[in-house]
C-alpha cells in the first residue's frame, strides 16, 4: 500500500468487509430457498444442481478476468462492477421460470461474486500486508456474518409465506448500499498509479512454480466441500433427517455461524501455529464431524454444522500463504487462485446433485466426505514438501 493515511486504510478496509458481507449473504439465500425452488419449478435435483452451476461458471470467469483488471484498473473498479453484476443476477434469477434464463442469472450473479471475492482479497493483502492472514480470516468472519443471517432471513420468510424469488429481492437492498458506498468513497489515486504491470511470460513462469499448483488444487477441493454441505445441507436434513423447514434453515445459519466464529478465533493464532499445519488439523476434525453427521444416529444431525467450525479458516489461510509466496502480479496470482476456488463451486454443488439422482440423497450429500479426504491428501503432500524444502 503506497499510502500512509490510515483514515483511507480504514475507509477501505470497510468497504472490502462489507463487501464480503454482501458476497456471504447473496451466495448462501440458494441453501435455504433450493427446497422451494425446486418445488415451485418442478425442477430434479439434477437440474436444480445444473442451474446452480451457473453461479460457479460466473465465478470462476470472474476470478480468472477481474485479477488482471485489479492489477490494471484498480480495485475500487473490481468492486463497483461486482454490485452491478449482483443487481443484475438477482433481478433476473427472481424473474425467470425456465432453465436457461434462471442460469444466465445465476452466472451473471457469479460473476459479481467472483468479483468480490478477488477484489476485496486483494485489496486486504495491499492494506494490511504485515497482518494479512489476520485480517483475511477477519474479513472472512464478516462472509460467515452474511452466511449465517442470509438461512434466518430466508427461512424466517418462507415460513410466512413468501416465496422464494422474495426471499432474493430483498438482498438488493444490501447490493445498493454496496454500490453507494463503494462509488462514493475515495481510492487513493497514487495507488492505481503505482499498480503493476503484467508480465506473462513471468505470470506464467511463477504461477505454477513450485509447490503452487497443490495450493490451487486445495482450493478447489475446500470450496467444493464448503459448498457442497452449504448448498445441500437444508434439503439432506429435511429429507434423511426430517427436520422441518425452520430448524433445517437454522441449521444452515449455524453452520455459517460456526464458520464465523472460526475465522474470528483462528485470526489470533493461525500464523504461530502455520500455515499447513492447522489446515491439516482442521482438516481432520472437518472430515470426523461430517462423517458422523451423514451416517451416524439422526439425533447427531448437529455435526454436520458443527463441521463449518473446522473447515472456516482453510480458505483465508490458503489465500494468505500463497500471497506469502507471490508479490509480483498479486493480483493475477490471487485471481488465478480464485479461479480454481471457482472450479470447485462449480463441481462441488453440481455433483452432489448428479450423484443425489443417481445413488440416494444420502450418498450423494457424502461427496462431501470424498471431496475433505482429497484435501488432507493434498495437505500432506504440501507439508512433505516443505519438510524437503527445509533440509
Known amino acids: 500500500m503506497q499510502t500512509t493515511n490510515k483514515t483511507t486504510i480504514w475507509v477501505w478496509t470497510i468497504a472490502s468487509?462489507?463487501?464480503?458481507?454482501?458476497?456471504?449473504?447473496?451466495?448462501?439465500?440458494?441453501?435455504?430457498?433450493?427446497?422451494?425452488?425446486?418445488?415451485?419449478?418442478?425442477?430434479?435435483?439434477?437440474?436444480?444442481?445444473?442451474?446452480?452451476?451457473?453461479?460457479?461458471?460466473?465465478?470462476?470467469?470472474?476470478?480468472?478476468?477481474?485479477?488482471?483488471?485489479?492489477?490494471?484498473?484498480?480495485?475500487?473498479?473490481?468492486?463497483?462492477?461486482?454490485?452491478?453484476?449482483?443487481?443484475?443476477?438477482?433481478?433476473?434469477?427472481?424473474?425467470f421460470s425456465t432453465f436457461w434464463p434462471l442460469a444466465l442469472s445465476m452466472l451473471v450473479l457469479g460473476l459479481g461474486l467472483g468479483a468480490i471475492e478477488l477484489g476485496a482479497n486483494n485489496m486486504i493483502v495491499d492494506l494490511h500486508s504485515a497482518q494479512k492472514a489476520k485480517y483475511l480470516n477477519l474479513m472472512s468472519v464478516l462472509h460467515g456474518l452474511g452466511s449465517m443471517t442470509a438461512p434466518l432471513y430466508a427461512g424466517s420468510l418462507l415460513a410466512n409465506e413468501f416465496s422464494w424469488r422474495q426471499v432474493y429481492q430483498?438482498?438488493?437492498?444490501?447490493?445498493?448500499v454496496m454500490l453507494v458506498y463503494t462509488l462514493l468513497a475515495k481510492y487513493p489515486r497514487e495507488i492505481v498509479q503505482k499498480s503493476e504491470s503484467i508480465s506473462f511470460s513471468k505470470l506464467i513462469k511463477t504461477a505454477f512454480s513450485g509447490y503452487t499448483i497443490?495450493?490451487?488444487?486445495?482450493?478447489?477441493?475446500?470450496?467444493?466441500?464448503?459448498?457442497?454441505i452449504g448448498s445441500w445441507i437444508v434439503e439432506f436434513l429435511q429429507t434423511q433427517k426430517g427436520l422441518d423447514v425452520s430448524l433445517s434453515t437454522q441449521m444452515l445459519s449455524l453452520y455459517f455461524g460456526l464458520m464465523m466464529v472460526g475465522r474470528f478465533i483462528g485470526s489470533f493464532f493461525v500464523d504461530r501455529i502455520g500455515y499447513l499445519r492447522?489446515?491439516?488439523?482442521?482438516?481432520?476434525?472437518?472430515?470426523?464431524?461430517?462423517?458422523?453427521?451423514?451416517?451416524?444416529?439422526?439425533?447427531?444431525?448437529?455435526?454436520?454444522?458443527?463441521?463449518?467450525?473446522?473447515?472456516?479458516?482453510?480458505?483465508?489461510?490458503?489465500?494468505?500463504?500463497?500471497?506469502?509466496?507471490?508479490?509480483?502480479?498479486?493480483?493475477?496470482?490471487?485471481?488465478?487462485?480464485?479461479?480454481?476456488?471457482?472450479?470447485?463451486?462449480?463441481?462441488?454443488?453440481?455433483?452432489?446433485?448428479?450423484a443425489s439422482d443417481l445413488l440416494g440423497l444420502q450418498i450423494g450429500f457424502s461427496a462431501t466426505l470424498l471431496f475433505c479426504a482429497l484435501m488432507i491428501g493434498m495437505l500432506l503432500i504440501l507439508l512433505a514438501g516443505q519438510k524437503r524444502a527445509a533440509v
Open 17 to 95: 468487509f462489507f463487501a464480503f458481507f454482501v458476497f456471504g449473504f447473496s451466495d448462501n439465500l440458494k441453501g435455504a430457498t433450493i427446497p422451494a425452488f425446486l418445488r415451485d419449478l418442478n425442477f430434479s435435483y439434477s437440474v436444480g444442481g445444473s442451474v446452480l452451476l451457473g453461479i460457479y461458471i460466473g465465478f470462476l470467469i470472474a476470478t480468472l478476468l477481474t485479477g488482471i483488471l485489479a492489477d490494471l484498473a484498480g480495485k475500487k473498479t473490481v468492486l463497483i462492477i461486482a454490485a452491478v453484476c449482483l443487481a443484475l443476477g438477482i433481478l433476473g434469477f427472481s424473474s
Open 170 to 176: 430483498g438482498a438488493l437492498a444490501l447490493v445498493a
Open 214 to 228: 497443490w495450493y490451487y488444487f486445495l482450493i478447489a477441493i475446500y470450496v467444493s466441500t464448503e459448498l457442497g
Open 278 to 354: 492447522i489446515m491439516l488439523m482442521v482438516s481432520l476434525a472437518a472430515f470426523v464431524s461430517i462423517a458422523v453427521g451423514v451416517f451416524g444416529p439422526p439425533e447427531l444431525f448437529f455435526l454436520l454444522p458443527v463441521s463449518g467450525l473446522f473447515l472456516s479458516i482453510i480458505f483465508p489461510t490458503i489465500t494468505a500463504a500463497v500471497s506469502d509466496q507471490h508479490v509480483a502480479n498479486q493480483g493475477a496470482i490471487l485471481g488465478l487462485l480464485f479461479t480454481f476456488a471457482g472450479l470447485g463451486g462449480m463441481l462441488g454443488p453440481w455433483l452432489v446433485g448428479v
